[in-house]
């Protein structure tokens, strides 16, 4: 029987990728095609693509709590900034009624001036500092309100202290979501800031009540109490996500594409037409709540 060449057969053509066993390890492995014992190279994944990937919203049942996190603390948070009404006309008749509806409203005005300018610092100190930072300050914020005694006082805590504090919130809230959600982001975004416009309705409801039946200081604590328990809850709940989820995945690492603020020109310019139409009148002084 005349003699049969083996096949050649280049070690460089045959390559197994994603090999995470014991064979990663080695250079080469040894094996068969038809009958023929060969070598061939093994290339292992690197150690960030074995990591685990996010699951997705609709193999995660994991990923609705990281929403119900999220939601609470844009419902302390932003609703509480949107109850702001109620303050301008309690403090136009009682703590502040020497000053002018135009000059009260600047404590609002900066309260809302401030809710997006935390987010070009919050990236650079991390996620969960930033988070934990925002707790903190409106905490503290909040029950400082009540020892307030004159317009300066009142700027700085609710002003300036209680604006940078929530502005601390949404850049954690946000990337944390885009972290375990790959599809669906327009509705869990929705979802998410429903809780600004649910907390923007039952803040001024409950303090207006609150200051028929109880003196003001201790209507601001009710509220900060109210305020305390959902950014703990959110807290608890995000803070363990964000820690999962930057031991799991690639994602977390920032490595997602950074964007200049020129880069959407058009999206930036109307955002801030939208905000300067919507505030206009309550920097003017001329929309207070009854």
Same mark, same amino acid.
């Given at each position: ?12 053509? $045959? ?17 068969k095609?038809n ?9 292992? &994944? ?6 685990? !990937? ?7 049942? #994991?990923?609705? %709590?990281?929403?119900f996190?999220? %939601?609470?603390?844009?419902? +302390? ?10 303050f ?22 900066? !309260? ?6 935390p ?35 009142f700027? *700085?805590?609710?002003?300036? +202290? ?14 944390? *979501?885009? !972290? ?6 327009? *509705? ?14 039952i803040?001024?409801?409950? *303090?207006?009540?609150?200051? #028929? ?9 009710? $509220?900060? %109490?109210?305020?305390?328990l959902? &950014? ?12 999962? #989820?930057?031991?799991?995945?690639? &994602? ?5 594409? !950074? ?9 930036? &310019? ?10 206009? #009148? ?9």
């Open positions: 029987m005349p003699h049969k060449p083996s096949p050649s057969v280049d070690k460089g053509s $045959i390559v197994f990728l994603g090999v995470s066993t014991a064979a990663a390890a080695q250079e080469k492995v040894h094996t095609k009958g023929v014992p060969i070598v061939v190279e093994v290339k292992p &994944l690197p150690s960030s693509k074995l990591e685990a !990937q996010p699951t997705g919203d609709d193999e995660d049942p #994991r990923s609705w %709590f990281v929403v996190g999220a %939601f609470c603390c844009i419902f +302390a948070s932003f609703g509480y900034v949107n109850s702001w009404g109620v301008q006309a309690y403090y136009q008749e009682h703590f502040l009624s020497e000053s002018s509806a135009p000059d009260i409203a600047w404590i609002g005005s900066i !309260q809302h001036s401030l809710l997006f300018l987010g070009l610092i919050a990236r650079s100190v991390g996620d969960l500092l930033s988070l934990y930072l925002g707790t903190a300050l409106l905490v503290i914020a909040v029950f400082l309100t009540p020892e307030c005694d004159s317009y300066i006082h700027l *700085l805590c609710q002003g300036i +202290a209680t604006g940078l504090a929530c502005g601390l919130f949404l850049v954690p809230v946000t990337r944390i *979501l885009e !972290q375990w959600f790959r599809s669906r982001k327009e *509705l869990i975004f929705a979802l998410l800031m429903t809780g600004a416009s649910i907390g923007g309705t803040f001024p409801i409950a *303090l207006r009540e609150l200051l #028929r039946r109880v003196e003001f200081a201790w209507a601001v604590r009710v $509220i900060g %109490f109210i305020i305390l959902f &950014l703990l809850v959110g807290n608890m709940v995000i803070g363990l996500r964000l820690r999962l #989820r930057q031991a799991t995945s690639p &994602l977390a690492s920032g490595t997602s594409r !950074q964007e200049n603020i020129l880069s959407r020109p058009l999206q930036c &310019l109307s955002t801030f037409l939208i905000f300067l139409g919507a505030n206009t #009148r309550k920097a003017s002084g001329l929309l207070t709540s009854a």
